[in-house]
């Protein structure tokens, strides 16, 4: 009997048995069950286009790929050792470098890799017949490299030429700015994403005024010969550089001219491609209102064909309501605030702290990129809302992400319980002793209450 009461609490109490940091692993779940309810009602895009693929089976691939990324984030979380994950992160510039040369190259190995895109963005690898959005990839890969080299660098464990400005020059500026230059070919939203990462790491892992300097330069420059590039190409080289600066300079009033244009004619074809999306967005977000109009009840997802990528924020609102959209912001802004004190919590080792700091400010910075841009406030970028919009690729580096989020996190409440322990008692177990031992005596009868104040008192 004992032995099934036994049973009974250690199923009851699974989730205390889960070290690491408990308000990640909810937010994890939520978000990750909020995917698989936004694929059911936001995929009808997906059917009826000639693709034979129901619903339903939308959203078992869904619910395999959040299976997926669940073993990813506990296959991660239990390396028990972050020096591991150390040795780990300091590949992450050369498998970047390898599968950014592969996309810039355009290498086709065989009938087993191949590079590919569209619209001149660069950005996939096809590997036996599935898809690896590369970009995904070197968020991660770069950040954990990048909190190698910083803790690496500080603790004199770099390897190579002996003058620090050398090594400064190997591992930080010369990283930096190849994959800056790579990313930028095929995608600006992501470089700068990825750019700008890179320098939030290098500056919070302990770079001078100098460095930041250096890199503000390096990046501004790479900027100014690619946009150089371009022109005097005539847009054949770096052609996502004037992708980007249409975006964010062009004052075509599309809508004007879809409303001035004859219907059907080219020009009226341009201009609804262009306002399309967006308005649809703006849309679904009036239509949403405070409630929503309900699962399942979306009209604007007839209208955009990748609301489950780039738009997912502005659907969840359009079904949901603005309670709905502040319910996601709140799981964000709470990652955030639980990242703040694991990074506080790892003392001064740096790497953990970089490690946690990085991937917690991307996943964040992330989420509120694509809901800025849903809600118009910016330009198109194509980032996805981090663990809810669909896309493998992503979906399964950001699970990794939270993987190394919750094994700092293991390795901070470790720490903390250390310390804990050895810090000195605020109170001395003889005044404990004394005070119980008064309040034995006053539950029995012995002893009044004003005894018990003039003892405590003095008096």
């Known amino acids: 009997m004992a032995e099934k009461t036994r049973t009974k609490r250690s199923l009851w109490n699974i989730f205390e048995n889960f070290e690491g940091d408990k308000v990640v692993w909810m937010i994890v779940l939520l978000l990750m069950l909020i995917?698989?309810?936004?694929?059911?009602?936001?995929t009808s895009g997906l059917v009826g286009r000639?693709?034979?693929?129901?619903?339903?089976?939308?959203v078992k691939d869904q619910i395999f790929l959040v299976a997926a990324g669940l073993l990813v984030i506990i296959a991660v979380y239990n390396i028990r050792k972050l020096a591991f994950i150390r040795w780990f992160s300091k590949l992450g510039f050369i498998v970047s470098f390898l599968l950014l040369l592969i996309l810039v190259a355009k290498?086709?190995?065989g009938n087993f890799i191949k590079s590919g895109g569209f619209n001149d963005a660069n950005r996939i690898i096809k590997v036996g017949g599935i898809q690896v959005h590369v970009f995904e990839i070197v968020k991660v890969s770069m950040i954990m490299y990048f909190a190698w080299a910083m803790d690496a660098l500080k603790r004199g464990k770099l390897g190579g030429p002996e003058k620090p400005v050398w090594k400064k020059i190997l591992y930080i500026y010369a990283p930096f700015a190849i994959i800056f230059v790579m990313v930028?070919?095929?995608g600006n939203s992501s470089a700068i994403i990825i750019g700008g990462m890179m320098f939030i790491i290098i500056a919070i892992g302990g770079g001078d005024f100098k460095d930041l300097a250096i890199l503000i330069g390096a990046g501004v420059l790479i900027l100014g010969l690619s946009y150089g590039a371009y022109k005097l190409s005539d847009g054949k080289i770096m052609g996502r550089i004037g992708t980007g600066v249409s975006r964010l300079f062009e004052k075509t009033d599309w809508e004007e001219i879809a409303n001035t244009?004859?219907?059907?004619?080219?020009?009226?074809?341009?201009?609804?491609?262009?306002?399309?999306?967006?308005?649809?967005?703006?849309?679904?977000?009036?239509?949403?209102?405070?409630?929503?109009?309900?699962?399942?009840?979306?009209?604007?997802?007839y209208v955009v064909s990748n609301m489950?990528?780039?738009?997912?924020?502005?659907?969840?609102?359009?079904?949901?309501?603005?309670?709905?959209?502040?319910v996601v912001l709140m799981l964000y802004i709470s990652l955030l605030a639980r990242g703040s004190l694991i990074v506080r919590h790892c003392g001064k080792e740096l790497f953990p702290k970089l490690a946690a700091a990085g991937l917690i400010m991307l996943i964040?910075?992330?989420?509120?990129?694509?809901?800025?841009?849903?809600?118009?406030?910016?330009?198109?970028?194509?980032?996805?809302?981090?663990?809810i919009s669909n896309g493998a690729s992503a979906f399964l580096c950001f699970c990794m992400a939270f993987g190394i989020i919750l094994s700092v996190s293991r390795y901070a409440s470790k720490k903390m319980k250390k310390e804990q322990m050895q810090a000195a008692p605020l109170v001395e177990r003889e005044e404990i002793k004394h005070e119980l031992d008064a309040l034995d005596d006053f539950e029995s009868g012995k002893v009044i209450d004003d005894e018990i104040m003039d003892q405590d008192y003095d008096l």
């Not at 995917?35 to 936001?42: A, D, E, K, P, T």
């Open 261 to 301: 244009s004859r219907p059907g004619s080219a020009e009226w074809y341009d201009a609804i491609d262009e306002i399309r999306q967006p308005y649809s967005a703006k849309i679904a977000i009036r239509e949403g209102g405070f409630f929503g109009k309900g699962p399942g009840q979306s009209t604007q997802r």
């Open 364 to 387: 964040v910075l992330q989420a509120f990129l694509h809901m800025f841009v849903n809600c118009d406030i910016g330009p198109m970028t194509g980032q996805t809302l981090p663990l």
């Open 308 to 326: 489950p990528e780039d738009y997912m924020y502005s659907f969840i609102i359009e079904e949901y309501g603005i309670l709905g959209g502040i």
């Open 107 to 109: 290498l086709n190995i």
């Open 184 to 186: 930028l070919s095929g």
């Open 50 to 58: 000639g693709i034979e693929q129901s619903r339903i089976n939308v």
């Open 35 to 42: 995917s698989v309810v936004c694929m059911f009602s936001s």
